[in-house]
């Protein structure tokens, strides 16, 4: 069976710190994978997506990165945290192909608070 | 407009109450639907999904979406403590731009014993 590990749960980090969070999914191969934002009040806030090894496509312009150096590795990065980084943050992946749709399957998330 | 719009709640009944929730959508090009549930501190998981106008049941829950008016329904019967959770409605067309889920800000949900 599939399943996604992400890590940390929580994590708390100073302004200007660097970031790395990291997903893994397993029990699949060439997954889409995707991070999630969610803030209070906003819903859920789609931030990078891939389809592949290095492949790597930014919907909203920030503070933050994604790499995806394996295909079923997919991180978020910063170099300097904002205040506004903080957040739960969702890593999610999704069956490659199209016509065919069974959802996105998400991670448990990380709870991010910049101080 | 946004893309899917959810009612904001939050939502409060008793212990055996019928619940309704509601989104629309505006995008015709969504062809599949879907409602996650989300317990506080968890990721979101699917509950519901459906691709076609009509009901669908899985117990206590059922799926309705009808095409015609862009409207998604879960109705959630004798609700229970353990369904108080945030619930998204979400959807998703085959391909480009559409292929993405396009989520509802979600609805909180609590039931009272």
């Known amino acids: 069976s599939q399943t996604i590990h992400q890590w940390p749960a929580t994590l708390v980090q100073p302004v200007g710190s660097p970031l790395s969070l990291e997903c893994t999914v397993e029990g699949t191969s060439n997954p889409n994978l995707y991070w999630y934002r969610q803030a209070a009040g906003r819903g859920l806030q789609l931030l990078f997506y891939s389809v592949g090894i290095g492949q790597i496509s930014s919907e909203v312009p920030q503070n933050l990165s994604a790499s995806r150096p394996q295909d079923r590795q997919f991180i978020l990065s910063s170099k300097k945290l904002l205040l506004s980084d903080s957040g739960f943050y969702l890593c999610a992946w999704s069956v490659r192909g199209l016509g065919d749709s069974y959802g996105y399957t998400f991670g448990s998330g990380t709870r991010l608070t910049v101080v | 407009q946004k893309e899917v719009e959810q009612d904001p709640g939050p939502l409060s009944v008793p212990e055996g109450a019928i619940v309704s929730l509601n989104c629309t959508y505006s995008?015709?090009?969504?062809?599949?639907f879907m409602w996650y549930r989300q317990y506080s501190r968890k990721g979101p998981e699917l509950l519901m999904y459906t691709y076609s106008s009509g009901n669908k049941e899985d117990g206590r829950f059922t799926a309705q979406v009808d095409k015609s008016s862009k409207y998604i329904s879960l109705f959630i019967r004798d609700s229970q403590p353990s369904d108080s959770a945030t619930y998204l409605c979400?959807?998703?067309?085959?391909?480009?731009?559409?292929?993405?889920?396009?989520f509802g800000k979600g609805i909180t949900l609590s039931v009272r014993p």
């Open positions: 995008n015709s090009a969504f062809q599949y």
């Open positions: 979400a959807t998703q067309g085959y391909w480009g731009a559409n292929s993405k889920l396009t």
